[in-house]
């Protein structure tokens, strides 16, 4: 009798969150990390929107009582602040949590691994080849597409270019702020998510289209900059920064090709909206090691993960067909009754009625630039 061998090929978020599934079964996996230690790329703080985890309203319990993986967000929303070129929008509800990512004792990586008890091989140059002659299943949990573009079971509908700084300064660290002010991040996107009272993360995004070819990401970074501290009225002290160009945003067409599963940012777990995807991809690492435990089928688990990428790529393409007067309309709009429906609701999906909304307009104009 062959017995079941699992490697997982990445211990990020899905990597780990495969890890810990399996143990809990009875399955224990092998990891294979190129990197030193879990957690060993730049620092960044992401969000959990209650808003893109509908029907889920709270993740991190979610995690915790039905999937039996723990984390400890750095704060929860109550206050998020939308900018647009001229208008502003103020938001206050349970909105979701914040937490930070990369080299921090706190950081999702760092806490995920402190669950997992399979071994884990630390600069590994094992490549996923040489994994499928030793391991009768393979995890891709690289945290990008590569290997799945390489194996030629990638769709990629566009990339982005992203620079981010922590920054020191006086925060709310209960409350985020997001800018879709195309004068500053053109079709793009900014935010400022809060670390802590005295630390903050401040990114700018702007995808690589072809009306984007002559913009500058590092003068749109300026403006950016001087925009936060006029905003907060305080000079805003860099001690870590972060810059890629060219990062690819798609989906498998396939989650599992014999008994290689894709998972995470491999899978395309990445939101093309906003650009956040850490519960999908935690939710693809756990399904993943379902399928291997028999506990059903990983294409039909990932089914609705797949539904939620399609319905945010849905909602990019009609951003990219925004002007700065139209984003001031929407923004205008969730100011009052209409941001604290949208927002406040724990039954609607606000990602799949927008895009419900807006299919046919995408459709109508197919190929603007």
Not at 3 to 10: E, S
Not at 58 to 87: R, V, W
Not at 115 to 144: M, P, R
């Amino acid at each position: 009798m062959i017995l079941m061998q699992v490697a997982i090929m990445g211990a990020g978020l899905s990597g780990l969150a495969c890890a810990i599934t399996l143990e809990k079964h009875g399955i224990t996996p092998t990891i294979f990390e190129k990197r030193s230690k879990v957690g060993d790329r730049f620092v960044n703080g992401e969000v959990l929107m209650s808003i893109f985890t509908r029907p889920v309203h709270d993740c991190i319990a979610s995690m915790s009582e039905k999937y039996g993986i723990f984390l400890n967000p750095t704060a929860n929303i109550q206050k998020m602040s939308i900018f647009s070129k001229n208008e502003k929008a103020i938001i206050e509800a349970q909105l979701g949590f914040t937490n930070i990512r990369g080299r921090e004792q706190d950081s999702f990586e760092s806490q995920l691994a402190s669950q997992v008890k399979s071994n884990i091989h630390f600069n590994s140059t094992k490549t996923y080849e040489q994994l499928l002659k030793e391991y009768s299943h393979v995890i891709l949990a690289t945290g990008d597409g590569d290997y799945a573009k390489k194996t030629k079971n990638y769709r990629e509908d566009f990339t982005v270019s992203m620079k981010g700084a922590t920054v020191e300064g006086t925060f709310d660290r209960y409350e985020v702020m997001a800018w879709v002010d195309y004068s500053i991040a053109p079709f793009g996107y900014c935010f400022l998510i809060p670390y802590s009272e005295r630390e903050a993360n401040i990114t700018i995004g702007i995808p690589d289209l072809p009306k984007n070819e002559t913009v500058d990401l590092n003068k749109q970074w300026d403006l950016f900059y001087k925009k936060v501290s006029s905003e907060l009225k305080q000079e805003l002290r860099i001690t870590d920064q972060f810059q890629f160009t060219g990062y690819p945003i798609g989906i498998c067409h396939s989650p599992r090709i014999g008994n290689t599963f894709y998972v995470g940012n491999c899978f395309g777990s990445i939101m093309p909206f906003m650009g956040f995807g850490q519960y999908a991809a935690l939710l693809s690492g756990i399904f993943a090691a379902y399928d291997l435990c028999g506990m059903g089928k990983y294409e039909d688990l990932v089914a609705p993960l797949r539904q939620s990428y399609e319905n945010s790529l849905v909602l990019r393409r009609a951003m990219e067909r925004l002007t700065d007067e139209g984003l001031d309309q929407i923004i205008r709009g969730l100011q009052g009754y209409w941001g604290e429906k949208l927002f406040q609701t724990k039954t609607t999906n606000p990602l799949k009625v927008a895009s419900y909304l807006l299919r046919p307009y995408i459709k109508l104009t197919k190929g603007v630039t």
